[in-house]
């Protein structure tokens, strides 16, 4: 079996270059959608790159090298300074600091390593190893740095907020009247009337529609991430023939309904939510409860949950009255979006780790809802937007008056430890299935009481640290079931500070772990500015706490007993704000086109490119509005529209005139995201698992260290890499650091950041994957299974083409491949396992080419 299975591997690789390079690349390029996979970014810093600068690299040279190497230094050391790119190009006395793609070259990193005991920067306490990788990659990215160029920078004269409110995005929206057009009858929608407007005054024409079978693909992968059956297109090109309008509508209405439409949405907030079942950094603890904010989303997105509503229970669902213990626990697991965020265990300073926390929640809070990077003022008056450092405070007052419950424990050197929060006992919520018997209990008991008698009767400072920490993970185990056996119901979230909260004092202890959160030695309360974003720095005065001057007349009323986040949420969700209804309807269009109408989708300030079709944009904001808010009824007004259902060949004037698209005269093609990618191979080979799972692999790890902890990683790995995980993608377990390799190859996530667009990258290592990666040899296996009863090759062939494609195949495509099975039949020729045995590694040979390939992989 294994010899037959290496001798497969070899065989497909001459399948790949046999069938991919002819048969199915081909008709590809015919649609034209070779001209949009491979885009130079040129010199340019992409906005992952900034996201990248701006929270992991610029607040570390702030906090740690300004004091000695910035232009306001009183002398500066070596004559280096590192406040500008320039600088840190430029270097001192001992050359260049940084060179862009070399970090071999430049002396940063071999500063921050401490290599050379003169050099060693910071020189009191090498940073942490994170932090050097960090600028490892950044460095290898480029050393992408927005301190320089043509773009202006704002003085100090230039934060007059009176101005600032005349920029386009702190303007409300307007209600322009759709334009005229010269082609009357092309138009569908207001959307169409936009577009097509914009088009003629360029002398551009749309494409003509695409095919029945391609648009229903496109329905199908944009609204519940699966692609449709091969009925289900036969079905569809019947009725488009009938009545085109009547079948769309329909077909949108049932997708919209499905229970896969949440999971396919879900997933766009999550990235945005920067959701991960781990802490990362150096110290990456597991959050076991992570699983229930994951599906909070999901469901959020089936019911339709009014958008403005989503908004108030993720910032302040625990603030709001509820009328049964289902509502309030649901409101409560939402709040998770604000306890999810990275989190450094090992920080030993706990006001810089309650800092660093608060500056996380604004850093979320902010370009999630509002699509601006308020946390970039930490450190001074933001560099392009109306944002002044108090601005920032103001915010972070109110995140500091809220205590934020994560469920760590104390081990080893994580320090900052938190409790979870438990739900109402008699809430109709998922629970795990998953009991602690007596026995069992009684065996975590005895752990624990042996655990603490060697730490006891052993003097050795590191055996007792060691103890210590055990003694916590299996405290927080045996405390996370009832006395009955049945897993309490616990959640990540926040909840605002009583006076002087303590944790790990009498009373039940969910993840505390007997250990200590700093609260500032204060509850509810306004914070001061910090010099430079240097926790040792406050200054005297304390800002009051509220929002961002720029976007209200007058300041918001914080009440005194309360930490603001309702408040807070409530100005945010208003249908008076200019940001928020903009920004979400933006990534609807993201998704749906391909290409924000503000194309800088996580930035509506004044270093983002301003809208394409500004009238559009304020279009959709109004009508986002005006029916409540309801994502499932924009997204239905987009897709019916007539330009949504464009073919994706290109034209010589759209080419010349517009190349990049931006003013939509076609549908760009699209690889599918990596999630939709293994789902749709689950789907076509009939293994995929449609009822969704109750927890998490992590959850089922229970509490504890990532890094240190071989078994509570290798069983994470197990569930990822499991046969038998054939739920879909959002299932699966998302661990800082461990990400699935089939996601983080693909352009997943990464969820250390906030992603609101994900970028496509094209590389070898994507192709190695497809041809060697056991899922997919498996879903191939699976395919060629379903298709064995078929009688000749032609008619096998043409089965396959319909599992995968949903199509029949051309005759030139039947005689391709009956061509290539014959000549693989002669390869494999009698080896062993059997003549059904080859004959099936055949078949799955033929089947894996065909998930491969450009025409599956791409959405057109």
């Known amino acids: 079996m294994m010899v037959l299975a290496s001798v497969s591997r070899r065989m497909r690789w001459c399948l790949s270059l046999a069938l991919l390079g002819g048969l199915l690349l081909g008709p590809m390029r015919v649609e034209g959608q070779d001209s949009e996979v491979d885009e130079s970014t040129g010199a340019s810093i992409s906005a992952e790159q900034l996201r990248f600068f701006e929270a992991k ?121 759709a334009p005229e057009v010269t082609h009357e009858a092309w138009p569908r929608t207001e959307v169409d009337r936009y577009l097509l407007a914009a088009m003629e005054a360029k ?19 944009d609204l519940i991430g699966l692609p449709p059956t091969a009925a289900e297109v036969a079905d569809f090109e019947q009725a488009y023939a009938a009545d085109a309008e009547t079948a769309i509508a329909r077909t949108v209405d049932r997708l919209l309904d499905s229970p896969r439409f949440g999971e396919k949405w879900a997933r766009h907030w999550l990235d945005v939510a920067r959701f991960a079942e781990s802490t990362g950094s150096t110290v990456n603890f597991y959050y076991p409860q992570a699983w229930r904010y994951r599906d909070y989303v999901i469901a959020a997105f089936n019911d339709d949950l009014p958008y403005d509503q989503f908004i108030l229970e993720q910032l302040a669902g625990d603030l709001l009255e509820s009328e049964s213990p289902e509502l309030q626990a649901r409101r409560t697991v939402a709040t998770g979006f604000l306890a999810l965020g990275p989190k450094t265990l090992n920080e030993r300073s706990g006001l810089k780790f309650e800092l660093d926390v608060a500056d996380e929640q604004i850093d979320v809070t902010t370009q999630a809802f509002l699509g601006l990077t308020v946390a970039c003022a930490r450190c001074h008056d933001h560099k392009f937007d109306p944002i002044p450092q108090v601005d920032y405070y103001a915010l972070a007052g109110i995140f500091r008056s809220t205590e934020t419950c994560y469920g760590t424990v104390s081990f080893i050197n994580a320090q900052r430890v938190s409790p979870l929060i438990e739900l109402p006992a008699d809430a109709e919520l998922a629970r795990v299935d998953q009991r602690l018997s007596s026995r069992e209990r009684e065996q975590l008991q005895d752990q624990i009481d042996s655990t603490r008698e060697s730490m006891s009767s052993t003097q050795d400072p590191l055996q007792r640290f060691f103890a210590s920490g055990r003694v916590s993970l299996l405290q927080a185990k045996l405390d996370s079931y009832d006395e009955d056996g049945s897993p309490r119901m616990l959640a990540m979230g926040v909840r605002d500070k009583p006076a002087a909260r303590r944790f790990g004092g009498p009373g039940r202890r969910f993840g505390g772990g007997g250990g200590f959160t700093y609260d500032g030695s204060r509850s509810i309360g306004d914070s001061p500015v910090y010099l430079r974003g240097e926790h040792e720095r406050p200054a005297e005065d304390s800002v009051p706490r509220g929002t961002l001057q720029v976007m209200v007349s007058t300041p918001l009323d914080m009440p005194r007993q309360s930490s603001g986040r309702l408040e807070l949420a409530r100005w945010i969700a208003s249908r008076d704000n200019p940001l928020t209804a903009r920004v979400m309807v933006n990534r609807l269009w993201l998704q749906l086109y391909g290409r924000g109408l503000v194309p800088t989708v996580d930035d509506f300030g004044a270093a983002g490119q ?42 010589e004037a759209g080419q010349r005139v517009d ?11 699209r690889r599918l995201d990596a999630e939709l990618l293994r789902d749709g191979m689950l789907a ?41 995980n054939v739920y879909r993608s959002i299932y699966l377990p998302i661990v800082r650091d461990n990400l699935p390799e089939s996601l983080g190859l693909f352009d997943g996530a990464d969820p250390a950041l906030i992603t609101v667009e994900r970028p496509q990258t094209t590389v070898a290592s994507q192709g190695l994957f497809l041809l060697n990666n056991e899922f997919v040899m498996r879903a191939a296996d699976a395919t060629a299974e379903l298709t064995q009863d078929e009688e000749s090759d032609e008619s096998r062939v043409v089965r396959v083409f319909e599992l995968v494609f949903a199509r029949q195949p051309s005759a030139a495509e039947v005689q391709s491949a009956t061509d290539f099975l014959t000549a693989y039949r002669a390869q494999v020729g009698t080896g062993r396992g059997g003549s059904t045995r080859r004959e099936n590694e055949v078949w799955s040979a033929f089947c894996q080419a065909l998930l491969v390939s450009a025409e599956f992989q791409f959405r057109l």
């Not at 306490?125 to 600028?135: C, G, S, T």
């Not at 002398?203 to 199908?220: F, G, H, N, T, Y």
């Not at 190349?659 to 093609?669: A, V």
């Open 203 to 221: 002398q551009l024409e749309p494409v003509a529609d695409a095919a029945p079978r391609v648009l229903l693909r496109r329905l199908s992968f």
């Open 57 to 177: 690299i610029r607040p570390i040279l702030v906090e740690h090298c300004y004091e000695c190497h910035a232009a306001e230094s009183d002398e500066i050391g070596g004559e280096l300074t590192v406040d500008t790119r320039a600088g840190l190009l430029r270097g001192g006395e001992r050359g260049p600091a940084v060179v862009p793609g070399n970090p071999r070259r430049g002396v940063l990193l071999e500063a921050l390593r401490h290599v050379d005991n003169d050099l060693a920067m910071p020189p009191d306490q090498k940073l942490p190893r994170q932090v050097i990788a960090d600028f490892e990659q950044w460095i290898e990215m480029g050393a992408p740095d927005p301190r320089e160029g043509d773009a202006v920078v704002v003085d100090h004269y230039a934060i007059d907020l009176e101005r600032g409110r005349e920029f386009w995005s702190f303007q409300p929206p307007r209600a322009v009247a």
């Open 684 to 724: 076509v080979s009939q293994q995929l698992d449609v009822d969704p799972p109750v927890g998490s692999a992590v959850g089922s790890a229970g509490e504890g260290p990532v890094n240190q902890s071989f078994v509570l990683r290798n069983s994470v790995t197990r569930a990822i890499n499991d046969p038998e």
């Open 610 to 651: 301003p809208p394409t079709h500004p009238e559009l944009l304020d279009h959709l904001a109004l009508e986002f509005v005006a029916r409540d808010w309801s994502v499932k009824q924009m997204i239905r007004y987009l897709v019916t529209s007539r330009a949504y259902r464009l073919g994706s060949a290109t034209s």
């Open 659 to 669: 190349p990049d698209n931006r003013l939509q005269w076609r549908m760009s093609p």
